[in-house]
């Protein structure tokens, strides 16, 4: 059975990065996409973009452009989503999933990413 | 990207069917065949009701459907149960490999 397990809850201050990683099993890592998408308090979800685990090529929304990156290690079927700059509007549930390009199929089970002074 | 439209809240009682809406634009919505619908509880990872338009994954209720037409995707839920309160999501494909969602709809069962 296909699952998504994501890192821990992290705090960070504003200005500095977060990485969440989001460990893969029960399916071939390589074959879908990981999408990462986030929630912030009292708001609906919004699509952040998403890496081809195959090649490591990635497409970010604008919102984040510039701002964002995904990375990913095949051989630990591990994939990474790395925010920098943080403000306090970062603060949010971070969730990775897995899909195809046009549909997100499983998800992750979130991490809370608080940004802090 | 583009705003995708969901009506706040929706509301029925238990038995009766309702219908979320999802507006969105001819850049998303309209031009293809690809949105899916998402259901959400508090604290838990969302859950895939329907993709491409219509289509049930395995071990999803047939009381959830989806439809579309125009600018404009449906999801319907039949028989309303207690269990079906929660929030909903409609996610459309944009092109150019991007996916935008909606605003969310909140479901009261009464």
């Known amino acids: 059975q296909a699952q998504l397990v994501q890192s821990g809850a992290e705090m960070k201050k504003p200005g500095a990065s977060v990485k969440v990683s989001c460990k893969a099993s029960?399916?071939?890592?390589?074959?879908?996409?990981v999408h990462w998408v986030r929630q912030a308090p009292g708001q609906g979800l919004e699509w952040m973009g998403w890496?081809?685990?195959?090649?490591?090529?990635?497409i970010y929304s604008q919102n984040f452009q510039g701002r964002v990156t995904f990375t990913r290690d095949t051989s630990a079927t591990t994939a990474y989503m790395e925010l920098n700059s943080l403000r306090s509007e970062d603060t949010a549930v971070y969730y990775c999933?897995?899909?195809?390009?046009?549909?997100?199929?499983?998800w992750g089970q979130g991490t809370l990413v608080t940004v802090s002074s | 990207q583009s705003a995708v439209t969901q009506p706040a809240s929706v509301s029925g009682s238990p038995g009766q069917s309702i219908t979320i809406s999802c507006t969105g634009t001819s850049s998303d919505v309209g031009s293809y065949n690809l949105v899916s619908w998402y259901q959400l509880h508090p604290g838990k990872a969302p859950k895939l009701l329907i993709h491409e338009g219509s289509m049930r994954p395995s071990g999803v209720s047939n009381r959830f459907s989806g439809s579309k037409s125009g600018n404009t995707a449906s999801l319907t839920i039949s028989g309303l149960q207690a269990e079906d309160e929660a929030e909903y999501y409609c996610c459309s494909y944009a092109g150019s490999d991007t996916l935008v969602f909606g605003g969310g709809t909140k479901v009261t069962v009464l």
């Open positions: 999933a897995r899909g195809a390009i046009t549909v997100i199929m499983g």
């Open positions: 890496i081809n685990a195959a090649n490591g090529n990635s």
């Open positions: 029960g399916y071939i890592f390589t074959s879908s996409a």
